[in-house]
DNA sequence: CTTATAGTCTATCAAACGGATAGACTATGT
DNA sequence: ACATAGTCTATCCGTTTGATAGACTATAAG
């Protein structure tokens, strides 16, 4: 499961690439924009910008932007960062393996086999997903239901 | 995150499809031979055969074996017995849709598209590996590594 | 027909996690 | 100096997860 951090900050981030302006957006903007509760949103965007995906400016007029470009925003990378490996099971991680204690043969795991297939697609999928390429995609679909 | 519960009823199949035999397998030594706790087990292997992937036979020389054959039971029917819908948000979700209560638009939101991709991915590893496949798999690395 | 065996079922538990909120603090533009 | 808006720490409650205990029931063997 997606966890709701993950979800939010991908839907905030989302919104700034949208947006497109190097204007900076207010937290409570974008909470409402997006229907994220104000506080839990002020934590994800902490973390994005921590991680360096995000700039932000404080006082009067300040406010989160995009720290790089929508191109370079990878959706694997925010997932990560708030629900941790892509794959089911930690010992099918490219990233973040740790062996099962209690795995008797980990070659011939059954369960590790199919999971890091699991993981793969996964990968593959979340690592060539930037902002922009969402974008597109949505965009797409606005023009297309005329 | 795939759970215990999922882990270890892959695992037991998986063994059971192994053995091959129509033999009924104890759960004590199912346990043991799986590494899993046999209280925990115990319950797991209930649904399983509430669910028609095994049968159960009582008292002496009792215990579990397939229900069908190993080329016949998938692991994503096994996984989702145990942890819900393959999808990782609920709104992508195939077999057990269910819409965001705070999404504007569902058509176009960034999340939900490339979730579904995410979704469809899994889904056809998950449905098209059986125990049959899997054991297969597995053998093969067994005999390539000498 | 009784006894040992082995699955069935219900209840309970502690720990971890997830989602969320409160409030004090700090930097900044006007 | 004041209002604005992000930063940080702490706390909270409900749910889920992994696991165990113990009573109950069916069955095969002697």
Redesign the pocket.
Known sequence: ????????AVKALLALARDGTDE???????AEREQ?????L??I??SL??HGL?Q?????????LLAREPKDIYVGQVVRL??GPLAPVPCASQTAYVPCDDCQDEATCGVRLVMRSVRDATARILDHTSLATLLRRVDRVEHSRS
Do not use: T
């Open positions: 499961m997606l966890s709701k951090k993950s979800k939010y900076p957006v207010r937290i409570a903007d974008l994220i509760p104000k506080k839990f002020e934590g965007l902490l910008r921590n995000l932000s400016r404080k006082g009067q007029g300040g406010g989160y708030f629900d």
